[in-house]
């Protein structure tokens, strides 16, 4: 069941289009991926369906209500974590959950929050004196203390180092196993590869794709290549195997790039040929690869 559904939606500012009348649904239970480089639109998009922004075109129904119209029903029914978020340097982390939770009906007990985002030791630090990881855990509980159906985390993990984002990874994991919808905005593409059920990939102010992660990456003609030390024969002569497009020689290395299910085909030219290679690797197409071939440009450019 879809708990969001937009369609066409666009929106303009000092009469510059940003959105292009855009349409995608979220289903129920899923993680979300909001996918595209800054200036492409994914905050406005997600500012309209929170109902922070008036659309200028479009429809918008979120668990059944319309954002603007409804707006009061809807904050009680979703949770927010917006790109910039902050709080007062000396508030404590009890105070800011206590606080939140006063703003809604039937809110969570921040008690409980505390354990299960790892906060509990930290329940009396200032807001100022917590680290990268701790300050985004408590943007999560926060988010989460009016027991929304669906929350909205807006680039969750920028700032932080490896380790605390794959540790963050796990916490947005844990959200959706209890049970809450899931949008996450990001442009990190490991982050999406690896959280996302589905991912919707913007640029310039359009969906330029909608699929699973995988299916993105799949169904895009993105090159790749395959690597491994010759032991014996030439290999040039892969260089006339069906979907290969390049063979590099380096001493005793070789790097043959190519599209589609070129692997198979060399491999199977290697073994017809009787030419001996060692520590093959075929590198694996990445959501970065797919983004190029969709948009013409690295995301991190």
């Given amino acids: 069941m879809a708990v969001i559904e937009v369609t066409d ?5 000092a009469g510059q289009t940003v959105l292009n009348g855009i349409s995608f649904s979220v289903e129920e239970g899923e993680i979300f991926g909001i996918l595209g480089p800054n200036g492409t639109g994914k905050t406005t998009t997600v500012e309209c369906v929170e109902g922070l922004r008036r659309p200028d075109g479009g429809t918008i129904r979120v668990l059944g ?7 009061r ?6 949770g927010v974590q917006l790109q910039h978020t902050q709080l007062p340097e000396n508030i404590k982390v009890w105070e800011a959950l206590d606080l939140y939770a006063s703003f809604y009906a039937n809110p969570r007990d921040w008690r409980e929050l505390l354990e299960q985002w790892g906060l509990a030791d930290k329940r009396n630090a200032r807001f100022g004196k917590l680290s990268g990881g701790q300050k985004q855990r408590l943007f999560i509980a926060l988010a989460l203390v009016g027991n929304p159906k669906v929350a909205f985390l807006d680039e969750l993990t920028t700032g932080l180092d490896p380790q605390a984002r794959r540790a963050t990874w796990e916490v947005i994991k844990q959200v959706r196993a209890s049970g809450v919808t899931v949008v996450l905005v990001s442009h990190f593409m490991d982050e999406v590869e690896e959280l996302c059920d589905r991912v919707a990939v913007f640029d310039g102010g359009d969906i330029v794709a909608l699929d699973t992660p995988a299916g993105l990456i799949d169904g895009v003609d993105a090159e790749h290549q395959m690597r491994f030390r010759l032991m014996t024969g030439d290999a040039s002569l892969l260089s006339e195997v069906p979907g290969v497009t390049g063979v590099t020689t380096k001493g005793d290395q070789v790097v043959v790039t190519g599209r589609g299910d070129f692997a198979t085909a060399v491999t199977a030219a290697l073994a017809r040929n009787h ?4 520590d093959l690797r075929i590198d ?5 690869d797919a983004f190029v071939a969709l948009t013409g440009r690295s995301l991190h450019l």
């Fill in 9 to 13: 939606l666009t929106k303009r500012y």
């Fill in 65 to 71: 209500l319309d954002p603007i119209k409804d707006g």
């Fill in 73 to 78: 029903e809807l904050r009680e029914l979703i």
């Fill in 275 to 278: 030419v001996m290679v060692a």
């Fill in 284 to 288: 694996k197409r990445t959501l970065d």
